[in-house]
């Protein structure tokens, strides 16, 4: 199994900045893909960002340009940097990683935009 600890959520003005960070640990060596996801309220989860063990990288079309994911070389941390951010943007956001085991997600933390 792997854990996933995500921090960094919290309110920021619009046009604003936040740097999302998520801990894993347990099997991370098994990990296929790790990635961030968002709930906004009412709709479902979102794919936001995607990194794979082979380095490439994903966004959605909604955030493309605006985030950044990135991964240190152990593994261990998962990074998302998100700049001019709307109001849009607010939602719960979680990590999530992918192994052969199965999907594991993290408790979320929520990013809230407004002025």
């Known amino acids: 199994q792997v854990q996933l600890v995500e921090s960094g959520g919290g309110l920021v003005q619009p046009g604003g900045s936040l740097r999302l960070s998520c801990a894993a640990s347990g099997a991370i060596s098994s990990t296929n893909v790790m990635g961030w996801y968002r709930q906004r309220a009412g709709k479902g989860r979102d794919m936001v960002a995607s990194?794979?063990?082979?380095?490439?990288?994903g966004y959605a079309g909604s955030v493309k340009g605006r985030v950044t994911i990135s991964r240190d070389s152990a593994g261990t941390m998962l990074f998302l940097q998100m700049s001019s951010l709307n109001p849009e943007d607010t939602a719960i956001y979680y990590c999530?990683?992918?192994?052969?085991?199965?999907?594991?997600w993290g408790q979320g933390t929520q990013v809230t935009v407004s002025s």
């Open positions: 999530n990683a992918r192994t052969s085991a199965g999907s594991f």
């Open positions: 990194f794979s063990n082979s380095g490439s990288v």
